[in-house]
């Protein structure tokens, strides 16, 4: 897969290395030319030098060919002009933008741009720990719409020595996996809960 990403300081630093960490081939472009030549140095990545919100360095960098761009800036509107010249004049298959103001992430999905505010999602994980302390673990999936947590059951659980079928389980909840001890089950409608 190649990546190309557009962003500034330690965050584009961290967002490269991540990505060559699973094999990607990553672009990175920056703003600051002293920037790109510490990234060049510290990744083995292709850095740019420019805005990423003109359309000729993110061509420069390579976005016809790009299978994802991922706009990561401090700036909201950099980071939508980005995604937007990526996906409708390079024909990226793939946008992602990082929203800094949370207020913003609305206007991206109404503008077709897949947006992630880190903003929203820990306030949501704040207050999702906070409405119920058997929740150990949580972790937002698919831009925040879906939610992933661990939940330990305690001795008088109402839940305990039921069977999953008979669970009233919300309809838009999954029970994916049952843990015990060491050993990870895939429960089943007779798999009764400990």
Do not use: W
């Not at 510490?38 to 003109?54: D, F, K, M, P, T």
């Not at 980071?79 to 949370?102: E, G, H, K, Y």
């Not at 906070?130 to 305690?154: C, D, F, N, Q, R």
């Amino acid at each position: 897969m190649k990546a190309l990403i557009c962003g500034e300081g330690k965050s584009l630093y961290f967002l490269g290395r991540a990505f060559l960490a699973k094999g990607y081939s990553a672009t990175l472009v920056t703003p600051n030319a002293k920037d790109a030549e510490q990234l060049a140095r510290r990744l083995n990545a292709l850095v740019i030098a420019g805005n990423g919100s003109e359309p000729a360095v993110i061509e420069e960098a390579g976005a016809i060919e790009a299978d994802v761009v991922v706009a990561a800036t401090p700036h909201d509107h950099d980071n939508l002009a980005i995604c937007q010249i990526a996906s409708t004049r390079f024909d990226v298959p793939q946008v992602l933008a990082l929203v800094n103001d949370p207020d913003n992430e609305e206007s991206f999905a109404d503008l077709g741009i897949p947006a992630v505010s880190a903003t929203h999602i820990m306030v949501d994980m704040l207050e999702r720990r906070a409405a119920s302390s058997e929740i150990s673990t949580i972790l937002p999936l698919g831009e925040g719409k879906l939610t992933l947590a661990e939940v330990t059951l305690s001795a008088d659980a109402p839940v305990v020595a039921k069977r999953v079928m008979d669970l009233a389980l919300p309809p838009d909840a999954l029970l994916v996996s049952v843990l015990r001890g060491h050993e990870a089950l895939i429960p089943h409608g007779q798999t009764v809960l400990e």
